[in-house]
């Protein structure tokens, strides 16, 4: 196994390591949701107030949690197969039209949330607006290799 080669792998670990303690914090954040979401309660409103602003909160908060662990779940399932080689395939491309996909779709739930419970959330819903994209071009430079993987194959 040459030297590149095992930084890749153990690059491939670290990734998948991160992801594994992303998830711990994630749901330790979900246990913790109702106590959190009293803590933002503290701070000013630009719209709601009491118990909607309560649930709102909490449930938006619940709801991003969702769109998080199938994120986490794709992106582990997306390294697991760069890991084996199974790089420039459609799958990767389908996967990463579905990561940019939910990551939008957090961006549009957080911007609900900042508009009308706390202004604080928007950090969240600008920065997953400025990944979508990036995930989107990933997604066509992946996209474009296949099609050009694909036409290599008919060749020989």
Do not use: H
């Amino acid at each position: 196994m040459s030297k590149e080669n095992t930084k890749e792998l153990s690059s491939i670990k670290i990734t998948k390591a991160f992801i594994l303690l992303l998830l711990v914090g994630a749901v330790g954040m979900c246990i913790g949701g109702p106590t959190i979401v009293k803590i933002v309660m503290t701070k000013r409103s630009p719209f709601f107030e009491g118990e909607l602003r309560f649930w709102t909160l909490l449930s938006c908060g619940y709801l991003c949690a969702v769109l998080f662990f199938i994120f986490l779940y794709q992106l582990f399932l997306l390294v697991s197969r760069i890991e084996k080689g199974d790089v420039f395939i459609p799958e990767n491309v389908r996967a990463l039209s579905f990561i940019s996909n939910l990551v939008l779709a957090a961006a549009i739930v957080t911007l609900f949330v900042g508009v009308t419970c706390t202004y604080m959330i928007l950090i969240i819903t600008l920065a997953a607006v400025f990944i979508t994209p990036i995930i989107r071009v990933v997604k066509n430079a992946f996209g474009k290799a296949v099609e050009m993987k694909e036409e290599l194959d008919y060749t020989i």
